[in-house]
């Protein structure tokens, strides 16, 4: 089982939906990170967390460290919007760092 | 455009070959990471290096190498190559050496194809 699951894997919805993407892990994190992967395979941070929530633009996460789960929303969803949406949870382990793990990703597309 | 540079865009090589792909961080970035993204695998980090020096490491091969130089640009050897080392290369570039707090700017990624 990937330490760090997400769902859904795939998403097709209507412009203007309020859009929902889940991600759970199931180990200590010091930090869970969102990405956005374009269709043409660049790669851009979107957000970090390491607790309550975040804001920028039509874009929110969350995350609850108790229940080890984040949610990103999308607002007012936008076919610019389609892309590839990463979680990767951080953690320290007794070596030290282990940099980020990564989920599968959510496929969005958000048709006109 | 993230500031970071990869080179080269693509690569093509037949297996038990060595390729060396290289990056250059944003300027005044110290941190550099590698990313493999394959079909199968999705994203894996694979290491990191802080102003020179090594400073964590994930799922990297024996047969992979990396190191960052004094200008702070990397590279990243990757030896008798293998079918299945076929992916997208990324490296990301942040000002400090905190994955947990720094925001990781990514290159356009190095794709490798092992025939």
């Known amino acids: 089982k990937n330490e760090v699951e997400q769902s859904p894997q795939n998403l097709t919805a209507q412009e203007g939906e309020f859009i929902t993407i889940n991600c759970s892990y199931s180990v200590g994190i010091s930090a869970l990170h969102w990405l956005q992967q374009h269709p043409g395979g660049g790669i851009v941070s979107l957000f970090m967390?390491?607790?309550g929530k975040k804001k920028h633009g039509r874009l929110i996460a969350t995350i609850n460290i108790q229940e080890k789960h984040s949610s990103l929303h999308i607002t007012a969803s936008h076919p610019r919007d389609s892309a590839v949406y990463i979680c990767a949870a951080f953690r320290y382990s007794g070596g030290g760092a282990d940099g980020l793990t990564f989920g599968k990703g959510t496929h969005l597309i958000i048709q006109p | 455009d993230s500031g970071v540079t990869q080179t080269p865009k693509h690569l093509i090589t037949a297996t038990g070959q060595r390729v060396t792909l290289r990056c250059s961080p944003r300027?005044?970035?110290?941190?550099v990471y590698w990313y493999q993204q394959s079909l199968d695998q999705g994203l894996q980090f694979l290491i990191q290096?802080?102003?020179?020096?090594?400073?964590a490491k994930g799922n990297i091969l024996e047969r992979f190498s990396a190191q960052q130089f004094p200008d702070l640009h990397s590279e990243l050897n990757l030896s008798s190559l293998e079918l299945g080392d076929s992916a997208l290369y990324f490296c990301?570039?942040?000002?400090?050496?905190?994955?947990?707090?720094?925001?990781?700017?990514f290159g356009p990624g190095t794709r490798l194809t092992v025939l």
């Open positions: 290096y802080y102003n020179g020096e090594e400073r």
């Open positions: 300027s005044g970035d110290l941190s």
């Open positions: 990301a570039s942040s000002v400090g050496g905190q994955t947990s707090t720094d925001t990781q700017y």
């Open positions: 967390l390491s607790s």
